[in-house]
């Protein structure tokens, strides 16, 4: 009876249950190491990693939750998705501001990033839009219209204030599109009109964004300075993309391809990326083991974007490896599950959800070693978060869902074969 309750409330496929329970020990582990610097601000060792393990409880709760619906309600929260996500990403532009960026917003207290619910609405919408307008030769090409439309009113509100997260979403929808049989017509030109536009961006930008750094008095507070030591005024424009600086820096130092001394190098100009690379070079075949990390005590967000690079420390490259072949793993078995489906609507929806996580996992480990830009973008499933964490879980509940509950190919064909067997006396 105790073993038929517990599979009744733990379905679906068994190993993207044995993947994510595989990344959470690692984030546990992880995310407890890597914590010095919360640690030492709050003077309680154990807080960061109870808070973070309780959010991981609360995340496989609504995991478990999600997983015990059938795919086909899922089709039923979209709208309203979608229109709280804008409503939301709306509200959060007037927020305070978190290191330079608005991208929580408070309810009852509890930290909440929009953009994550923005997301998953918007795997939804295109999900359903590329399922409903399945023809014999692939998408209608009407499908194409109606995704740009939606993602339109999703996509420039996150871009505003996170820009990495905006490319991340709008490649997964592109590569959603492609897998929808969208003709490869609209998808070209899309291509040619996002390189266009991103050139446009990037040498707006380069306009917009001050040269000037920004540096950190004794209070911590950050001051920008100009050539004139005034503070000028700002259009419409720089207001709009205030963050043009920071992603300008960004983008300098990752083309700066000039060699620096070791005893030349300023570790105070750029640390998070110094101190990453010595964490990796520290690091050998198995690494300094679970706890023993240096870095983490001088390395900024290291329980966070740059947990890869702890990992990497502390686990070597075979756990570094471990953890890039979980993701890549994830993937390849949503893509089995998807190609199990019998309708187009559930298939596509694993294929996004499990894509947003794989993209944004890879990206995240692609900063860490320095093959791309710094930016904010944390790892799924294993660094310290709180609506991320959450989010996360619902998205591995819904395709444990879609692989419990979806209709299967081949239990479409038995039932086919069922239906034509003559009826004997």
């Known amino acids: 009876m105790g073993d038929k309750g517990f599979n009744s409330k733990f379905k679906g496929d068994g190993v993207i249950w044995i993947i994510f329970f595989f990344l959470c020990i690692i984030s546990v582990i992880e995310v407890y190491s890597s914590s010095s610097g919360l640690t030492y601000k709050t003077d309680n060792y154990w807080a960061p990693v109870v808070k973070h393990c309780s959010l991981i409880i609360v ?16 089709k039923l929260v979209t709208p309203f998705a979608l229109l709280l996500s804008i409503i939301l990403l709306i509200a959060v532009l007037f927020a305070s501001k978190t290191n330079g960026a608005s991208r929580w917003l408070e309810i009852c207290g509890i930290p909440f990033q929009p953009s994550e619910l923005a997301k998953g609405a918007l795997i939804l919408a295109e999900a359903q839009i590329l399922s409903a307008m399945q023809t014999e030769k692939g998408a209608d090409p009407r499908a194409f219209t109606y995704i740009l439309i939606v993602s339109a009113c999703i996509i420039p509100l996150i871009f505003v204030e996170n820009f990495s997260t905006a490319f991340l979403l709008a490649l997964v929808v592109f590569i959603m599109m492609f897998i929808g049989r969208v003709p490869l017509k609209q998808l070209g030109r899309l291509m040619g009109i996002v390189i266009l536009t991103g050139v446009i961006a990037v040498s707006a ?18 001051t920008e300075y100009v050539a004139q030591g005034e503070v000028k005024e700002k259009s419409k424009l720089e207001k709009i993309l205030h963050r043009s600086s920071t992603w300008k820096s960004r983008i300098k130092k990752f083309l700066n391809s000039e060699k620096v001394a070791p005893e030349d190098y300023d570790l105070d100009k750029d640390a998070q990326v110094a101190h990453a690379n010595i964490a990796i070079v520290s690091s050998n075949i198995v690494g300094q083991m679970p706890g023993n990390s240096v870095e983490r005590d001088f390395l900024s967000q290291a329980f966070s974007d740059f947990i890869y690079a702890i990992i990497i420390e502390e686990l070597g490259i075979l ?27 559930p298939a596509l929806l694993v294929m996004g959800f499990a894509l947003l996580l794989v993209t944004q996992a890879m990206f995240n480990m692609a900063v860490a070693v320095g093959l791309a830009p710094v930016t904010g973008q944390p790892l799924p499933l294993i660094s310290k978060g709180g609506t991320s964490t959450i989010v996360n879980c619902v ?20 039932e086919q074969l069922t239906s034509r067997q003559p009826v004997t006396a």
Request: proline residues 0%; contains cysteine.
């Open 59 to 74: 995340g496989i709760v609504f995991m478990i939750a999600t997983l015990n619906i059938k795919c086909k309600y899922f």
């Open 205 to 222: 930008i380069w306009m917009i964004g001050d040269d000037e750094s920004l540096d950190k008095n004794k209070e911590g507070v950050k």
């Open 319 to 345: 756990g570094a490896l471990a953890v890039c072949m979980a993701y890549i793993i994830l993937l390849f078995r949503t893509a089995i599950i998807a190609n199990r489906c019998a309708n187009t609507f």
């Open 395 to 414: 998205y591995i509940g819904v395709i444990l869902s879609v692989s419990h509950s979806a209709k299967k190919k081949d239990e479409v064909g038995k």
